[in-house]
């Protein structure tokens, strides 16, 4: 049964005529008439007769018209319904690296969307192959990775296997993080030796390593075998860097008053060559919507504030 032709009908009611109701649905006589008659073969019915006054509903065409009113204003309920959803809730899905200063754009961004109406977002944090599958599988919208220099042949040789694009966000040396309390934190520079004893912190879905072996100046290795903590979230690792003696991390910068609210410090360590790349990928394909432009937009704003 056209749905179409339940409006016409129903149109033809109100108006107590065909001529009228055609000319309220902007279509010729002959074609509603059409329209009314095969509806009514369809169906075996009459619905309509005529009086000189226009037509009137049959005691069946009554009764019908009463369904197809129902049936009318239920789909009129279900069509509302999910065009609201397509047009005022814009859903977005990415994966970023576990880095404060990504966490605090995106929040300084969300704060901006009320300009944009509803918004669903995902934001999740993992590691870069993971990152990479995400958006390859169209699971997430974008992503952002992270590589250490030495292995960015191997990462664009996935991205390009993937047929993904990618553009530089940030470049940057990995700093050692802890507590402002930790006995390392009173120099301005820490030499790798020095953490020796101490505990590493480390993320334990990376990968690919942090900081490798071979990216160490010889004359600066450990005298024992490091100690490390894995964890898979950053709320964790604030924890343990501030309850844990003795903890560390390899971090990107960090901004100053994210610092400040957990009584952390950065300190670099000039043994360590360790260049890191933040990198946006995503499909060659990808239309990128206006809210995906402003927080693309806007963790670019932030990557002088560390």
Not at 121 to 131: C, D, K, L, W
Not at 157 to 174: N, Q, V
Request: proline share 5%.
């Amino acid at each position: 049964m056209n749905l179409q032709y339940l409006r016409y009908a129903i149109e033809v009611e109100n108006a107590d005529s065909i001529t009228k109701a055609a000319q309220n649905l902007f279509m010729s006589q002959p074609n509603l008439s059409k329209a009314i008659r095969e509806l009514e073969q369809e169906l075996g019915i009459t619905i309509f007769r005529r009086t000189t006054r226009g037509v009137v509903p049959t005691r069946q065409g009554e009764e019908f018209l009463t369904y197809a009113k129902t049936i009318v204003s239920q789909v009129d309920e279900l069509e509302s319904l999910y065009h609201t959803k397509q047009s005022d809730i814009f859903s977005l899905t990415v994966s970023v690296p576990r880095a404060t200063y990504l966490s605090v754009a995106f929040a300084d961004y969300y704060n901006s969307l009320e300009a944009h109406g509803r918004v669903n977002i995902h934001f999740r944090e993992t590691g870069s192959v993971n990152a990479i599958q995400d958006v390859s599988t169209k699971f997430s919208d974008f992503a952002v990775i992270r590589y250490e220099v030495i292995y960015e042949s191997y990462f664009l040789s996935l991205l390009a296997d993937k047929g993904l694009r990618h553009e530089p966000l940030r470049e940057f040396e990995y700093l050692l993080m802890m507590s402002d309390q930790h006995p390392l934190s009173r120099y301005s520079e820490i030499p790798y030796h020095l953490l020796n004893g101490y505990t590493e912190i480390i993320h334990g879905d990376i990968q690919v390593p942090a900081l490798s072996v071979s990216q160490i100046k010889p004359n600066a290795e450990l005298k024992t075998p490091p100690k490390r903590i894995y964890v898979y979230d950053r709320g964790s690792q604030m924890d343990f860097l501030q309850r844990i003696d003795g903890t560390y991390m390899w971090v990107s910068p960090v901004p100053q008053s994210m610092l400040d609210r957990y009584h952390l410090v950065t300190r670099p360590c000039p043994n360590a060559k360790n260049k890191v790349r933040d990198v946006l990928i995503y499909q060659k394909n990808h239309f990128f919507h206006d809210v995906q432009r402003d927080l693309i937009q806007r963790l670019k704003s932030h990557l002088g504030e560390a």
